[in-house]
């Protein structure tokens, strides 16, 4: 059974910054890809970044290039995803979610399986 669980959200000042991490267990993870999610109130769920465990690519939505990046550890099965210079437009709850491929695609039906979220807020 895939369990994704999430951590490191929080209340942060705007211009901070937040690591996210999620950890995977239940398989093996090497033709996976990893994706951050995010669904703020009153708006649809959207990839902000993912990445393969097979090589180093990677996916950034535009809102967010340059100010997030997204991680793999594989000996811990561990994603991560380091935020920057948040902004209140920031704010949402974050989904950790995996896809059983090695192409990375950014929509919400196309993974398989999702962890239960983790606040971030961001205040200005």
């Known amino acids: 059974q895939v369990q994704l669980v999430e951590s490191g959200g929080g209340l942060v000042q705007a211009g901070g910054s937040l690591r996210l991490s999620c950890a995977a267990s239940?398989?093996?993870?090497?033709?996976?890809?990893m994706g951050w999610f995010r669904q703020a109130p009153g708006k649809e769920r959207e990839c902000v970044a993912a990445?393969?465990?097979?090589?180093?690519?990677?996916y950034y939505a535009d809102s967010v290039k340059g100010r997030f990046t997204i991680s793999r550890d594989n000996a811990k099965n561990t994603v991560h995803l380091q935020m920057n210079s948040l902004k209140p437009d920031d704010t949402a709850l974050y989904y950790c979610?995996?896809?059983?491929?090695?192409?990375?695609?950014?929509?919400?039906?196309?993974?398989?399986?999702w962890g239960q979220g983790t606040q971030v807020t961001v205040s200005s």
């Open positions: 979610a995996a896809r059983r491929s090695i192409s990375i695609l950014p929509g919400v039906g196309q993974y398989n399986y």
């Open positions: 239940g398989r093996t993870f090497s033709n996976y890809v």
């Open positions: 990445i393969s465990w097979v090589d180093t690519t990677t």
